[in-house]
């Protein structure tokens, strides 16, 4: 049903409620795996990108003007499209980013559910009134009505390695606080996204409420996030490009979800078995593209050797292979992140780390790579590689490891295992993460928790409940009685 986004390959933006060409130029998309073309998606430059604004612009305050109930309305049908067609958006996913077939679909799938619920949040939402009387001295001659308003134009930019699902929880809770919606997909990625956006479409959402922007970062970047129309900025990708936003944006609010090093603490008294499977899910799920995936494991040297041949074990049966396999462990999204991730497995080997398990490359295939004794002076013990490689630091106590995944520039997520809850609070209550999981992966979900970052891993705070209270904001009316 959504063959009519692209023409003879060339996919189209959104745009006042119809799949424009941009007059530009255009990228070529190509699968990761193969090497495919996919197809093209314009280049938009900075004037076309001015008429998409003020588009988004006036048609925020007929949106603002609709019921939540409306609003909401909407979204659920969105949901429904996206679940009635999960298996066609799932396939394009796992072609244009080279995730696994059943992953990408799950995907889609886990989006509806996020639409679904971000719908009820927000006819859940309720204002409040506040009497003077409450503050000492004041009479009870003021009331305050308190609600909640749109800030306005929401600017959207979303990652590759979720296209659908990090598209949705930023323009879903933009979309029921009531604001419109500039969403900027990856490259690499760009056309799930344009399939996310053509189900809002399909299900109603009034014309130029969500517009689609696609070109390259590097050239259209800086002029979107500091543009005068933008109110708000949404973003998820690395550290580097985060930081640069918050430098330029000036006084426009930001929500961004950044980098990560996660770290899993095993203590001694573990369930080894529980630690090495989720570790291994965590780690190698995607490739180890994913913000939260397990990216150190710091475990207590007395359990360490079982811990790592436990691990090994485990990964010796995750699936490598191509997306449309349903692998676990697929090519990574371009030559240059292979590379890195290549740099970081040559350092460690280079200054003594013991290589148990892996190493082996097939161009952007990197085969599930784990190493024992690495140390804080090999590059893998901080750099966060995006990819199929996972190092085990040997600690002493709880303190070493705490203090170690202190010292990482990021504070994402952190775990730890252990069977005594006083240890596991311990640990919990002074590592420097915004989320913690006590015998559990590192993980976003679910997507009603909060989930933030601290230090370079964040700003805000995300959650279904969270993010519309942050696309949005109190609008105070006080009523002054005039007493006789």
Known sequence: MFEYIAENGSYRNLYRGEWAHGHSGAITVKAPADGTVLGTIPSLQKDEIDLYLQSARDAQKIWAAKPVNERARILRKAAQILDENADEIGGVLSEEISKGLS??????????????????????AEGRSVGSENFPHFQKDKISVVTRVPLGVVLAISPFNYPINLAASKVAPALIAGNSVILKPPTSGAISGLHLA????????????????????????????THPLVDFINFTGSSAVGKHIAEIAGMVPLLMELG????AIILRDADLDLAARLIVSGAYGYSGQRCTAVKRVLAEDDIADELAGKIVEQIGRLRVGQPRESADVTPLINTHAADYVQELIDDALAKGAKLLIGKKREGNLLYPTLFDHVTTDMRLAW???????LPIIRIRDADEGIAISNRSEYGLQGAVFTKDINKAFYVASRLDV?????????ERGPDHFPFLGVK?????????????EAMSRPKVIVINFQNS
């Open 383 to 389: 750099e966060e590689p995006f990819g199929p490689v």
């Open 198 to 225: 053509a189900a809002f479409k399909e299900a109603g959402l009034p014309d130029g409420v969500l517009t689609t922007v696609t070109g390259r970062g590097s050239e259209i970047g800086d002029y979107l996030v």
């Open 103 to 124: 992953s990408a679909v799950g995907e889609v799938r886990r989006t509806a559910d996020f639409i679904r619920f971000t719908a009820d949040q927000g006819e859940l």
């Open 260 to 263: 990560g090093k996660d770290a």
């Open 456 to 468: 370079s891993s964040g700003m805000g705070t995300q959650g279904i409940r969270y993010s519309i």
């Open 434 to 442: 915004g989320t913690v999981q006590i015998n559990g992966k590192p």
